[in-house]
């Protein structure tokens, strides 16, 4: 009997045992910019796991903010898909830890300006200049922090050049404040929904964000274009690297491309940086009958 009991207590410890990594073996967790947010939650994820089985897990925050989760330990993942190619560089070498040895650009998305449609300054914005209308008292303008999220810093950089440009000093200090100001600065994942809930007046947006979700938006001059330039890897340390490669596969595919231009993204032509013997061959493949 107790030897019955024994051998039972050692199969059961056994499946348990197995079951994490078979869960692990059938999940791949991306961690993304927080900009794709209804693309990969509403599109992407479920069209991967229909086509090959495995278990989508995303996770959605600023790209400098989940760069400095890897780095200081605090987040695993399989994949990174960043909105800046400066993110993934500081990533990569042993002073940074060495957890990225490549990375594809493989899309971009203009910054915007999105406003909502009911505001009281939803018409300001069709008979104005959007510099003018930021100006105005009472406006409710949200944007992302631009240490934690490239998005942000672009923000600041825009609205610099857009001082310049206009020949307005105080246009910065007039509009944002100061870079990490309280008031304005919202984590990236949650800024779409407030300002959707009329908690904003406007905001700064990739085209992306509101071509996909029908966020009324306007385009800064030329001379101020800045614009999002979508990254993607795989992590060294990924405890999932076979399902990450399916990933990127999938990502980078007609099927994942189209996906990507049905939610407003500009595809590009896939393009390596870093060490590209380390890129999968799979992933390599992809890469080059997409050129």
Known sequence: MIRKLLASLTVVAGVVAATPSFAQDSTVNVLYAGSLVNLME?????????????????????????????????????????????????????????????????AESPLMIGYNPKSKFAADFKTKRWDQVLQEPGIRIGRTDPKLDPKGAFTVEMM????????????????????????????????????QSG???????????????????????PELKAKASYTLTILNDAPNSTGAVRFVDFLLSAEGRALLKAHGVDVIKPAVTGNGQAVPPSVQAVIDAAQ
């Open 42 to 106: 509403r599109s992407v994820g479920p069209a991967f796991e229909k086509a090959t089985g495995l278990q989508f897990r995303g996770y959605a925050a600023g790209s400098n903010k989940i760069a400095n989760e890897i780095k200081g330990k605090l987040r695993r993942g399989d994949v990174f898909i960043s909105a800046s190619p400066k993110v993934n560089q500081s990533l990569m070498g042993a002073e940074n830890g060495d957890h990225v040895s490549w990375y594809v650009n493989f």
């Open 160 to 195: 610099t050049r857009a001082a310049e440009l206009y020949h307005q000093p105080d246009l910065v200090e007039k509009t944002l404040g100061a870079p990490d100001n309280p008031a304005q600065v919202l984590p990236e994942e949650t800024l779409v929904g407030r300002l």
């Open 199 to 221: 908690q904003l007046d406007a905001g700064f947006f990739y085209s992306t964000e509101t071509s996909d979700l029908k966020i009324p938006a306007l385009q800064p001059a």
